[in-house]
Nanobody, 123 residues
Framework: QLQASGGGLVQGGGSLRLSCAAS????????LAWFRRAPEKEREFVAG???????YYSDSVKGRFTISRDNVKSMVYLQMDSLKPEDTAVYYC???????????????????WGQGTQVTVSS
């Protein structure tokens, strides 16, 4: 089970840190990711981190967002800096047992999802 938090309203150029708490399962064995869905748009991959701690980002957030994980606390984080209005969306954390690298950005590979947290960036 995943529980996301940390969303809110922020001005453009500001920062937010999303958190996702996991319970149950073997946390360290999961690939973890953040996805987002903006109004009237498809859900899209934002960032992912494998069990090896290798990180992957969409081009739209690379250099501005940082994903991290704490296997002791069973937490995954998304530090979002230099936020833009186009980052406005509901953000979801997700967990996958897939070890295939090509699936890291594909939502169908994720079996566990958090409830989503709203991020709104004003211009």
């Amino acid at each position: 089970q995943l529980q996301a938090s940390g969303g809110g309203l922020v001005q453009g150029g500001g920062s937010l840190r999303l958190s996702c708490a996991a319970s149950g399962g073997t946390f360290r064995s999961y690939t973890l990711a953040w996805f987002r869905r903006a109004p009237e748009k498809e859900r899209e991959f934002v960032a992912g981190i494998r069990t090896s701690r290798h990180e992957y980002y969409s081009d739209s957030v690379k250099g501005r967002f940082t994903i991290s994980r704490d296997n002791v606390k069973s937490m995954v984080y998304l530090q979002m800096d230099s936020l833009k209005p186009e980052d406005t969306a509901v953000y979801y954390c997700a967990a996958s047992t897939s070890t295939i690298l090509s699936t890291i950005g594909r939502s169908h590979a994720y079996t566990h999802w958090g409830q989503g947290t709203q991020v709104t960036v004003s211009s």
